[in-house]
């Protein structure tokens, strides 16, 4: 490389790295919308980074926040447009933080869930410490209350919150994977974690043997009776199975919804369809059971089912 080449090179590197290590925050109390976070510090090939919506109107009471894992090839972006999320957030009031899987050159995107997927995965890449660290900084930003922390995510990022509530029960009051299964074996004892999960009748990616192996895992672990309720919605496109009767508290609830393919359940896609499936919204479903769940409540029950033994 030439002197002068090189000199630009070196001034190019140096400006970018001063440009990060000296941005402010992306998010105050009075800073409404989505904005990039970077985490440069973060230990990996290269800076980690997370989209971070935060709704109109937070005030400095302690806000629920959500955690959405994009899939395998894809985006933080692009499971800020796809989920209906932050139209969800603006509703109801909670903060949603979109994390990026390491890609290459930006894309290619993958989380490393156990068995799954890419690169991430066999090169051992700390996702489930990344989404740590994504909500330590969010709680750094932003007044978030740590017993109102939920899980989710599509695909390879749905299996990777499958595996970071398995691992870390402590930090999240719910999970609901979207279109995955597990992709690490689960123990069958730890703290509960209420569930609730999306899957397509007819996703020809997620094995559905597999989904409900995984979803049997959870509620032996969660000590849920082993047969749920079923209902039939919306002229039978929808089956909603509940394990209501948790010895610790965390129920598990279920959807499938017929004739869907691998896509997350959402007005991105339902409102394009001409069947009955039109307008549904597993974002707005979602926090409805997300919102029902608080660790500290689950926590208390434990303790006194414990002391009643």
Same mark, same amino acid.
């Given at each position: 490389?030439? !002197? ?7 001034? /190019?590197? #140096?400006?970018?790295? $001063? ?10 109390? #009075? ?6 976070? *970077? ?5 990996g090939l290269?800076?980690?980074?997370? @989209?971070?919506?935060v %709704? ?5 009471s302690?806000a629920?926040?959500? $955690? ?9 972006? /692009? ?6 999320? =932050?139209?969800?957030?603006? *509703?109801?009031?909670f $903060?949603v933080?979109?994390?990026n899987g ?5 894309r290619i995107?993958?989380? =490393? ?15 489930v ?5 994504v909500i330590?900084?969010?709680?750094? *930003?932003?007044?978030?209350? !740590?017993e @109102? ?16 509530a398995?691992?870390? %029960?402590?930090? &999240?009051?719910?999970?609901?994977p ?18 609730i ?6 996703? !020809? &990616? /997620? %094995?559905?043997?597999?989904v409900?192996?995984s ?6 672990? =969660? ?15 929808? @089956?909603?199975? #509940? ?8 129920? &598990? ?5 017929a004739?869907?393919?691998? *896509?997350w !359940? ?9 069947d +009955?499936?039109?307008?549904?919204d +597993?974002?707005e ?9 608080? @660790?500290?409540?689950?926590a ?10």
């Open positions: 490389m030439k !002197p002068a080449s090189r000199l630009r090179f070196v001034l /190019i590197a #140096t400006l970018a790295t $001063v440009g990060c290590a000296g941005a402010p925050g992306p998010a105050s109390l #009075t800073d409404a919308g989505t904005k990039t976070v *970077r985490l440069s510090e973060w230990a290269q800076p980690r980074s997370y @989209r971070l919506h %709704p109109a109107g937070l005030t400095s302690p629920p926040l959500v $955690v959405a894992l994009h899939g395998a090839f894809s985006s933080a972006r /692009i499971m800020e447009g796809r989920s209906g999320l =932050n139209a969800a957030a603006e *509703r109801h009031g $903060v933080a979109y994390p390491e890609g290459l050159l930006g995107r993958h989380w =490393n869930a156990g068995e799954c997927c890419g690169p991430a995965s066999f090169r051992g890449r700390d996702d410490g990344f989404v740590g660290r330590d900084d969010v709680a750094r *930003r932003l007044p978030i209350d !740590p @109102r922390v939920y899980l989710t995510g599509f695909s390879n990022g749905g299996m990777l919150a499958w595996r970071f398995s691992e870390h %029960p402590e930090r &999240v009051a719910a999970v609901a979207v279109a995955a299964m597990a992709a690490v074996a689960l123990p069958g004892d730890g703290a509960a974690v209420p569930l999960l999306f899957h397509g009748a007819a996703d !020809p &990616v /997620i %094995p559905a043997d597999d409900e192996a979803l049997d895992s959870w509620a032996r672990r =969660n000590g849920c009776a082993p047969d749920p309720s079923e209902a039939h919605l919306r002229e039978g496109l929808l @089956r909603m199975r #509940t394990w209501r009767s948790c010895a610790s508290g965390g129920a &598990v609830e279920a959807w499938e919804l004739g869907w393919g691998h *896509r !359940p959402g007005p991105h896609f339902s409102d394009a369809r001409v +009955g499936l039109r307008g549904f +597993g974002a479903i979602l926090w409805r059971f997300f919102e029902s769940s608080f @660790r500290a409540e689950r208390s029950s434990s303790r006194q089912a414990s002391l009643a033994r």
